[in-house]
């Protein structure tokens, strides 16, 4: 039987929620009332399935099955999960949970996405619920903070890990939890900046995305300042900006009259900043940069990268392909992949062989701690065919096929599935085993030399292709 998550509010954050949970491998049950929340939701789908995949070099699991309900205690029966994603008025809130506790499991997971709300104020009327509080878009962004029940907080996180999230269990109760309260002052700040002449909205964004936020994916807040003190560290920057403190450099709870007149003014602003594109066109932009990003991120094991480099060694990985061969990479196609005209150029086909070749170096015994011993292959040749296009979001699966090997030499072909009985493309290449002290071509010996030649010998009835170009006798 398969998990069930509940969703209770169809909007952004619930909408990302269930992207999150169905291409986990969930089923999903939808509940909100709004006669347009399945369109909406399909579109934040459609987002989702373009962007998540990509940040894998393996599969995710299948999809889980989707359905929607006019009914409340209809979507929450028989979940593990229930996600309230409702209103931020605390009323709302209450007889949602008063509908849920009637109908939910006793030991379901009941999740809030509120903001600022604690969770003895959601549990006043008798509500057993945590805070799960996510960031947008939910089915990227890894963070989500939970406060409430330690036992249930700790049930939570356990389930939110293996869907590649980020569970923060905030110590104590406190309004808007941890995140959002820096959010609220620097967008007060903003608001202040904006109110008094000194910067547009367009102006405040670049100095986030051009400086300090580029910083803050990676190292975050603390560590960042830490470096800022040069060698001596923390304690000589704290020295240096302390003063600082007491300075009037910022208003924080010094709030600007929020009238028609500053509504008027940031709305304008942002009308000529961004409004040549529609919200699903930003929202694509901001996803295809996030992917980029975290991707970036994954190559060092920083920040986000790091969760879902972990989340994604806990994926299972296809044995065999559809040619019977063993399968060195499964994956979905990235944006960061695709060129100006929407299918893959030539260098992720070669990333993702390279990724192939060093799967099957890992196969075969030739793995980090025999590197790290001094040995390894290189690769000296490659060649690509190209038999059909690849474009964004498609699937996947490369098999690898060992076409010979005289113990220095490897030779591999390594195959691209997108499905059919034919590949779109091959990648053949031609390793050398080098011993790394003296970079000369030397012959590997032991479990590699045995593992190769019987994958050699296990390969060589598979059908090849009628033409091969790297090692070949040279005219």
């Known amino acids: 039987m398969g998990r069930k998550a509940a969703i209770i509010g169809g909007g952004v954050i619930g909408g990302g929620w269930a992207a999150r949970f169905l291409l986990n491998g969930w089923d999903v049950a ?38 929607y309900h006019i009914d409340l205690a209809q979507a929450v029966i028989g979940a593990h999960w229930v996600q309230e994603s409702v209103p931020e008025q605390l009323e ?51 963070l989500v903070e939970l406060v409430g029940d330690p036992a249930l907080t700790a049930r939570a996180a356990e389930i939110l890990s293996a869907m590649g999230m980020y569970p923060l269990t905030v110590r104590k109760e406190i309004d808007a939890h941890i995140a959002d309260r820096f959010l609220e002052a620097v967008w007060r700040e903003a608001l202040w ?19 300090f936020g580029l910083r803050w994916a990676q190292m975050g807040l603390f560590e960042t300042y830490r470096i800022a003190g040069g060698e001596a560290g923390m304690r000589h920057f704290l020295a240096q900006f302390g003063p600082c403190l007491t300075w009037p450099w910022t208003k924080l709870m010094d709030v600007p009259e929020f009238n028609d007149e500053l509504v008027d003014m940031i709305a304008g602003q942002s009308d000529a900043q961004s409004g040549h594109r529609s919200i699903r066109e930003l929202e694509r932009l901001r996803d295809d940069n996030l992917v980029g990003i975290i991707r970036a991120l994954k190559r060092t094991g920083s920040g986000a990268g790091g969760v879902i480099a972990a989340h994604e060694a806990m994926l299972p990985r296809m044995a065999v392909g559809p040619d019977g061969l063993p399968v060195t990479v499964e994956m979905q196609v990235p944006t960061t992949y695709v060129d100006y005209n929407g299918h893959m150029n030539e260098a ?9 070749s060093d799967r099957f170096m890992e196969m075969i015994g030739a793995d980090a701690a025999y590197i790290a ?10 060649h690509i065919r190209y038999f059909a296009e690849i474009d964004i979001g498609a699937r996947i699966t490369v098999t690898t096929q060992a076409l010979g090997g005289d113990g220095r030499k490897l030779h591999l072909l390594n195959k691209f599935w997108t499905g059919g009985d034919t590949p779109a493309a091959t990648v053949e290449t031609l390793m050398l085993h ?7 071509v030397v012959a590997p010996t032991g479990v590699v030399a045995e593992r ?10 598979h059908p090849k292709p009628n033409r091969l170009v790297l090692n070949q006798p040279r005219a």
């Not at 949970?97 to 604690?118: L, N, P």
Request: proline share 6%; no cysteine; glycine share 6%.
């Open 30 to 67: 939808v509940f909100d009332p709004d006669p347009e929340a399945e369109r909406k939701i399909s579109e934040v789908l459609a987002n989702a399935r373009r962007s998540l995949p990509g940040l894998y070099e393996r599969a995710l699991p299948a999809e889980g099955q989707l359905s």
């Open 434 to 440: 080098v011993d790394l002290t003296t970079r000369r």
């Open 452 to 461: 190769a030649a019987a994958y050699v010998a296990a390969h060589a009835d």
């Open 348 to 356: 992720p086909y070669m990333e993702v062989s390279a990724r192939a």
């Open 373 to 382: 011993g001094g040995l390894s292959y290189f690769t000296a040749e490659n």
């Open 193 to 211: 900046l904006v109110k008094d002449g000194i910067a547009t909205t367009e102006e405040i964004d670049e100095a986030i995305r051009m400086g």
């Open 92 to 142: 709302i809130k209450h007889k949602v949970f008063a509908q849920i506790m009637a109908a939910a499991d006793k030991d379901a997971v009941i999740g809030s996405s509120t903001s600022g709300f604690k969770a003895s104020e959601l549990n006043a009327k008798g509500a057993t619920a945590i805070v799960a509080h996510p960031f947008n878009p939910v089915y990227l962004l890894p």
